[in-house]
């Protein structure tokens, strides 16, 4: 099937839904939420051809630290206005680069990020909703990429500038996006409310209550979620359990490599984790595993494009002809 190749995205307001993707921080354990991310991609080019990438399906997708790096490979456009990069190709890129990022026997990798991060994103920023209202932010994917990887005390800060359309140039000097939200969770959420809020025609109204405070992290986000009665909504696959050199953000060894492959791989046949309302603590599910619970997601995701594009004027015309 080739059903959705070309078809772009609708706006949520033709939907039931506003669908957004987190990846968190973590240096080299971005292999984690790569195997992941790969086995949800693979799982919608069941559903609706082999060409279809992450980027087809998220109204918003999020990252900070490594999780913007991948966040940068999963929406970098082609000439053709494609992803450049399928999820599977996430691990090879870690596998390959990751030592000269993080290398075991120096303390000089700047250099290497560098090189290796304006080669992988070159276009600049497509955040337009942001770029209306302070072209100042209309910077190069790969400064941003780096500036957000750019963790403390293993790389300096990245200092940059931009131009707007009147010469008034804008001087950033930026750390680590994970100092700040290593789970950008609520950062995505954030600019969805901002434009909710401004009136946007791509959105559809959403009371104050249905996207909660400011003060949400992972228990409180959950906590909302099964307070709405959506629990089933939000998933979030995290081991919290890493210990050795697994936890560890930059070594580059093969060995960890695979080991961080295997913990991605377990992750997806380990049990849904959810909040206990009672006593504020994650609990595994009985329910289903990441694994079955990404297969419903992704058969979500499928549903809501498709009803997106039967209700919107610019979707039926892009449909393929059901003849």
């Not at 790969?38 to 990252?63: C, M, N, P, T």
């Amino acid at each position: 099937m080739e059903r959705t190749k070309s078809i772009p995205l609708q706006p949520p307001t033709y939907g039931n839904l506003i669908t957004i993707l987190s990846i968190d921080g973590g240096g080299i354990r971005g292999l984690i939420p790569g195997t992941i991310l790969a086995f949800l991609e693979s799982e919608l080019q069941k559903l609706d051809g082999e060409d279809v990438r992450l980027a087809d399906y998220f109204d918003v997708i999020s990252g900070t630290s490594t999780g913007g790096l991948v966040t940068a490979m999963l929406t970098t456009p082609d000439e053709n206005s494609r992803p450049v990069f399928a999820a599977k190709d996430i691990k090879d890129f870690y596998l390959k680069h990751s030592p000269e990022i993080f290398p075991q026997n120096t303390w000089s990798p700047f250099p290497h990020v560098i090189k290796i991060i304006k080669s992988l994103v070159g276009p600049k920023y497509d955040g337009n909703f942001e770029i209306k209202e302070k072209p100042s932010f209309d910077a190069l994917l790969s400064d941003i990429s780096i500036a957000t990887s750019a963790a403390p005390t293993y790389l300096p800060a990245h200092y940059f500038e931009t131009e707007d359309a009147e010469g008034k140039v804008r001087e950033f000097n930026l750390i680590d996006g994970g100092v700040a939200a290593n789970n950008p969770t609520l950062v995505a959420i954030g600019e969805v409310t901002k434009e909710i809020i401004k009136g946007s025609s791509d959105f559809f109204p959403i009371k104050p209550m249905d996207y909660g405070s400011a003060n949400m992290v992972d228990l409180h986000l959950s906590v909302v979620f099964q307070a709405l009665h959506s629990e089933k909504n939000y998933l979030r696959i995290q081991d919290d359990t890493l210990s050795g050199q697994v936890s560890s953000v930059d070594i580059a060894t093969k060995q960890n490599f695979n080991d961080l492959v295997e913990v991605g791989e377990g992750l997806l046949k380990k049990p849904v984790s959810r909040v206990n309302l009672e006593n504020g603590r994650f609990e595994a599910s009985n329910h289903e595993t990441n694994e079955e619970a990404l297969i419903r997601f992704a058969k979500l995701l499928s549903e809501e494009k498709w009803l997106r594009l039967a209700r919107s004027p610019d979707g039926k015309c892009a449909m393929p002809n059901s003849d």
